[in-house]
């Protein structure tokens, strides 16, 4: 089992930068995929990046490639989501997931997931 939990959202303006973070309990954390989604209201949830167990490969949405980054610490049981030059599109509640192993980009995938954490990005 993999309890998750985001922090690190809030309300900044369009250029601005945040840093969300994803901090994982349960001792088979470090075996498992972890994916950044988000979801606007009135719209499907939406992939955003992702990242393997070991953090040697990663992989982003077309839209948030260049100004997004996903790192993980599996020492320190946390997965961050660094948000660059953020835009009014991006607002949205994100989300992070686990799923054993290797990466995936539909949350149909994933097993495990937090609460969310609201961001919000004003023009």
């Known amino acids: 089992q993999v309890q998750l939990g985001e922090s690190g959202g809030g309300l900044v303006q369009t250029g601005g930068s945040l840093v969300l973070s994803c901090v994982a309990s349960g001792r088979t954390f470090s075996n498992h995929a972890v994916g950044w989604f988000r979801q606007a209201p009135g719209k499907e949830r939406e992939f955003v990046a992702a990242?393997?167990?070991?953090?040697?490969?990663?992989d982003y949405a077309d839209s948030v490639k260049g100004r997004f980054t996903i790192s993980r610490d599996n020492a320190k049981n946390t997965v961050w989501l660094q948000m660059n030059s953020l835009k009014p599109e991006d607002t949205a509640v994100y989300y992070c997931?686990?799923?054993?192993?290797?990466?995936?980009?539909?949350?149909?995938?994933?097993?495990?997931w937090g609460q969310g954490t609201q961001v919000t990005v004003s023009s």
């Open positions: 990242i393997t167990w070991g953090g040697g490969s990663t």
């Open positions: 997931a686990a799923k054993a192993w290797l990466m995936a980009t539909r949350p149909s995938e994933y097993d495990y």
